[in-house]
Every structure is written in structure tokens, then in C-alpha cells.
């Protein structure tokens, strides 16, 4: 439902700058040469087969894209580390019902998806907050009552929009009709962080979403986005005709919805944009409060803003300008059928959660066929995962109750700690950057917070405040979803009025399995359901410790260092505190890996883009860097089990469609960024006899670590 897109995009707005552990790196080198496998994908758009023959990757095969591995696949340690080190778990690696992914995070997943379930149907909850979790748990299963609702809740939103016959009549409707109740926005906005000064908030306006996520799929549409448009569209035409619409009505919505995202794409960032490391000198666009409400012109941005009871600040961020521009020029009566049947899809895509069972489970399927997953969780399952979402606090306490210890948070703090240090040390030894970038560099490490596995104080985050109705009360799932807006609303509303309180978790909650470094907040956050299982265990040795949980640590320091993060002063403020000279050495560096990281070919045509990966790819060797730094003061320090332990935590097969996914984001392939990171370090070559003749060798003055 709309409400769960609405606190998505708070989340992203505020996460803009939040780095998960994911990273990655490139190579260069010739590999050993595998079997030939192909893998036949089927052509989303048209229909008819092609084969992609994943054996043709350079200079590595893409192990980590199902099906790319087979038991005549050559693996060799000097030729490809990660595939030799992994390659028995890749072949034994199943696609659990429901899952697109197997490996030793995915597992974490699948654990971290039993342990929350067990929440809900062993745990006594004794609090307030818990009970409402449970209670939205119950609504999610309460099939005779979702199923007597059928697709009224959404018709009744989709009637009114039809109704409209004016683009005065639109904005009377989206500034009167309570926030919580309306159809999707063709504009959003959310509170996030004051780049400029972090101790504030403001609000960003941005566009609306499109159904293929990138608008660079407009102009040029992907693989992927051709699956996505196929099965959004199946899905969308399935639901308009569910409210009443005939076949061809519901198509001509969904063309009109189209050709309306078509028009606007070319004014909207893609996804490649967004990775860029400069994209903040791109969306920080501080604009007055005066200046904006004559710049939107017929637009009701500020009025829908004043409904939600969010209060005018002197100024906000207009993070795409072109945008608002373009959809100036269509906000009009003439474009008022597009513009309706934007909305409605939007909607619809939105409320496929929330409404009966052969809603949902078309929805599921369809959400599977995009990300190539087979089979479908439990209904248990899926309402656990649910109520985790939409109260993500309430549930990640009676989680972190349960199966973490004071001793836990002590000993991953400690660890934390230890690394900073040591990254300390070791930024003060490099020699490409002044004495005066270093102090400012080891002033940002030692001001860095340390947010570790679950909040020292909950009461920030109480919902006692919000009751729900039990299904025995006549509650239903839709009803609680819209009552659960209304408070995070209201909640955000209150937060936006007060200072920025920079102990508070806000983003990523404590059940997800993740770790993540903050600007805005300069902290480093370590969520409890990550550190544990096969990441981190108290009883580890300790190469192992450092090689998988250390390297993650290590990573999201890093990040407060990459292109990005380096941007972002000790207080979290956008602000440079380079020297002209260090910067450009630095950007340079940047540069080189992105070039790097473009030298790779996951299989024929499909290549790695460097563009966007050089902050995960920063951060990934400077983690490296930084372990190894620390290893070299450990006695008999076992490199071997080291570094085997690192390309086993990022052993992982993901579906095809997920691989290409994964292509778009800034966090590359697994296989990539073990054998790439690898490559950079000299410990690496000595611990396994590297030369020139090995697949593993990179020249050293090819080598691109910056730390």
C-alpha cells in the first residue's frame, strides 16, 4: 500500500548517503578457462529465447550468477581465489521457496527470517509496542476478513480519481482528502538531513516513482527492464480489470500510465546518476520557500505538505529541478487522462500486499518472476517479514530482547573501536595526501559514532501512542496499515520541527541483516542481525573474526573516505576539508578505479560499470588495507585462513535476473569484489607464491587501492 512506498522513500531520503556493507572491486588478469555452460534466458519482451553463455567473463567467470558454475569448471587459487574457494559451496547452494539468492549472507537472511517468525509464534510479548506486532501479524492472516474486503479499498480511491474531471479538481483532492487515504502522488517529498548543516532537517521534493524503477530504461530499455515491464503490466492489468475496468480500459490506463513516466523520464536521474560520487553537488538544491512556490507553479507540492501537518521551513531541497520543470509542462487539463492514469497505476502497483488472497499471491508471483525467484514463502513467513516492515522498531526490541546480551553489544563495540584506531594509524602513514588533510582525516575517524547492534535507550522509539483493532474488534489489515500512516506521519511531522538527534537509529532497524556508514551522522552502524551465524561468532578464530566481520566494520569506515563520504565533514556537514591538491590526487585515484573496475566482463556485451561502484570499491580495499594493517602487529597471524575466510563470507549465486539487477547498483558482483580487493595487496601475492603467469597477478603499477 501506498503507506509502505511513503516511509520507503523517507528511508531512502535519509539513507541517500548510507553505505550497506556490500562493496566491491575489479581486475585485470587472465583466468583459468572453464567449461562452457550456457544459460538460456527467455526474452521479456517478445518472447522468444536467447542464450547467454556465461563462460565468456574476463578476466574471471561471473561465479556468482547461477548456473555460470558446473563440475568441470576449472578452479585454481592462483587463476580465480574466490571461485577455488568457494566453488564446493557454489554447487551445493539450493534457491530455498521464496528466495532469489543462497550463499553465506543469504543464509543470515534466511535465519534472521526464521528467528523474527519465532517472535511471533513462540514469544509472549509483554509490552505494549510487541503486542501491536503481533496484532498486525494476525491482520496480515486474517483471510476471511481481507478476502470479504476484496478490492473495495482500493476501487473506493480509484473511483475518485476517475471522478476528476479538472486539474483544479486534482489538486482539491490531493489538499483535502486525508494524506493516508489518497491515491498514490505524481510528486513526493520527505524529511532527510540538512546537507549543509546536520544538526537540522529539511524537506526534499522529488519525483514521483516509475514502474521500471531507472529512467534510463526509456530511452534504452534493459533485459531487465523489459522483465519488469512485462510483469508489472501483468500484474497491473490483472488488478484494474479485478476493480471493474474491461480489458481494454485497463490497457488504455496502463498506456496512458506509460506514455506519462515516458515524458518525464528524460528530465529524471537514473540510476547511474544517482551512484555518481558528486551526485550531492547535483541534488542539494536549496531553494526558499518564497522562491519555490512561484517555481511550482499549478503543482500542489507545498499545500499536500501543509495537510500532512508538515511544518514551512524558511527553505527546502529540490533534488531534481528538471523534473519539476517537465512536469510543469504537463500538469494541465490536457494531460489530465495521463495524469489519472498515472496515479491509478501507481496505486495499484502499491496496495498488492494489502488486499485479498489472489491479489496477493498475483503480486508475489509477479514480484518473484522479476527477481527470478521460485516458490513461495509460508503466509507465516510472509506476514512476519510484513510486520517486521511496516513496525520496524516494535519488533527489532522484542528481537534484540531475545537473543543478544549486554556482552554482545560490549564485544562488537570493542572490535569497532579497535579497527578505528587502527585506521587512524594507518591513514597517518599514507603519502599521498598533506599533513593537514591527515589531521582533518584522523579528527573524522575519532569523531565517528558507534551505533552498535541495538540502541542503548528504546524510548525514542514508542508507539504506545498507536492502538490497533484485533480481528475479533473488526480490525483489518488495510485499517491498520492506514492507521500505522497516519502515526509515522504525525511522527515525522513532530521529529521535522526539533534539532537532529544524532544518537537516534534512524534508517536501517535492528532486525535487518546490514551494517551501514551515515554522513549526515558521521556513525558507523552495525545492526544486530548481522552479527551473528556464520559473520560473527564470539568463538571464531580470530582471522576469521577479522576477515568477516572485521573487514565489514572496516569497510563502513571506509566509506567516511570514498568519494562520497569524503565530502562530509567530522560533524557530518557537506563541506571540504581537503587541501586542493590532496582532492584532486584523490579524485584521480577514484578515477583509476573506475577505469579498473570497466576492464571486467561478466559474460559477452554485459559489463561492469566503474561508474558506479567506486565508493563500494573504495571501501571494500580500504577495509582490506586496514585488516591487514592490524594483522601485521598479530604474531603467527595465519594469512591463509584470513583471506580464505574473507572470499567465504561473500560466497553467493544469485538468480540471473537478480544478477542483472545487481549489475545497475553500486554494489558489484560477490566474485568480483573478493579477487579484485585481493589483488591490490602484496600479503596476498606472498601468502600463495603469485606471479606474473597467475590469473591473480595485477601489475603493481596497475594496482588501484587508494588506502
Known sequence: MKSKQILALLLALSMILGMCACASTGTEAASAEPTAQLSTQENSENGNTVSVDLSSGTPWLASSVQGAVTENTVAELKDDFYLY?????????????????????????????????????????????????????????????????????????????????????????????????????????????????????????????????????????SELGQIMKREWSAFTLYLLQRLGYSQQEAETKLANSYALETLLAPSILTSEEWNDPNIIDRINNVISIEDFSALQGNVPILEVMDLCGIERKESLILMEPAWLEAFKGIYDDEHLQLLKDYVIVQTVLSFGEVLDRDCFITYTEAANAVSGTDGLLTDEQYAAIYAM??????????????????????????????????????????????????????????????????????????????????????????????????????????????????????????????????????????????????????????????????????????????????????????????????????????????DYADTVTCWDGTHINGSIITGETCADMGAMACMLHIAKSVEGFDY??????????????????EFLGRLKNEHPPEYFRVNGTLQQFEEFYHCYGITESDGMYLAPEKRVAIW
Open 389 to 594: 516492515n511496516m513496525l520496524a522498531m516494535p519488533v527489532s526490541r522484542l528481537y534484540c530482547e531475545t537473543y543478544f546480551t549486554p556482552e554482545d553489544k560490549q564485544n562488537v563495540t570493542a572490535l569497532v573501536q579497535k579497527i578505528l584506531d587502527a585506521y587512524s594509524e594507518m591513514l597517518m602513514e599514507e603519502d599521498f595526501i598533506s599533513d593537514a588533510t591527515k589531521k582533518k582525516a584522523v579528527e573524522k575517524l575519532e569523531s565517528i559514532t558507534i551505533n552498535s547492534l541495538y540502541p542503548d535507550d528504546w524510548s525514542p522509539y514508542s508507539y504506545e501512542e498507536l492502538n490497533l483493532a484485533s480481528p475479533s474488534e473488526g480490525g483489518t489489515l488495510y485499517e491498520s496499515v492506514v492507521d500505522i500512516s497516519r502515526f509515522e506521519y504525525a511522527k515525522s511531522a513532530e521529529d521535522f520541527t526539533r534539532p537532529v538527534d544524532k544518537t537516534k537509529w534512524d534508517g536501517l532497524a535492528p532486525t535487518t541483516v546490514n551494517a551501514f556508514y551515515d554522513c549526515t551522522a558521521n556513525s558507523v552502524n552495525l545492526l544486530a542481525a548481522f552479527c551473528r551465524g556464520d559473520i560473527y561468532s564470539s568463538d571464531m578464530p580470530l582471522e576469521e573474526q577479522y576477515a568477516k566481520l572485521g573487514t565489514v566494520i572496516a569497510h563502513e569506515i571506509s566509506h567516511s573516505f570514498d568519494g562520497t563520504g569524503s565530502q562530509f565533514d567530522k560533524d557530518g556537514n557537506y563541506a571540504n576539508w581537503w587541501t586542493a591538491k590532496d582532492r584532486a590526487v584523490f579524485e584521480k585515484k577514484i578515477q583509476a578505479i573506475a
Open 85 to 221: 574457494v568457494n566453488k564446493d559451496s557454489i554447487l551445493s547452494y539450493e534457491f530455498l521457496p521464496g528466495y532469489s539468492n543462497a550463499g553465506v549472507l543469504p543464509q543470515r537472511d534466511v535465519e534472521n527470517d526464521r528467528d523474527i517468525l519465532a517472535l511471533f509464534t513462540d514469544a509472549q510479548p509483554t509490552s505494549h509496542d510487541a503486542g501491536l506486532a503481533i496484532r498486525l501479524y494476525e491482520l496480515f492472516l486474517d483471510w476471511d476478513s481481507r478476502n470479504d474486503l476484496g478490492v473495495q479499498p482500493l476501487k473506493t480511491i480509484t473511483d475518485a480519481v476517475d471522478a476528476l474531471s479538472s486539474i483544479e479538481e486534482m489538486n482539491r483532492y490531493y489538499t483535502t482528502v486525508p494524506f493516508e487515504r489518497q491515491a498514490s502522488l505524481p510528486f513526493y517529498f520527505g524529511t532527510t538531513i540538512d546537507y549543509n548543516d546536520s544538526n537540522s532537517y529539511t524537506m526534499a521534493v522529488c519525483p514521483g516513482t516509475l514502474m521500471l524503477d531507472d529512467s534510463a530504461e526509456y530511452s534504452e530499455m
Open 640 to 657: 591463509d585462513l584470513f583471506f580464505r575466510s574473507y572470499a567465504s563470507l561473500w560466497s553467493y549465486v544469485r538468480s540471473y535476473n
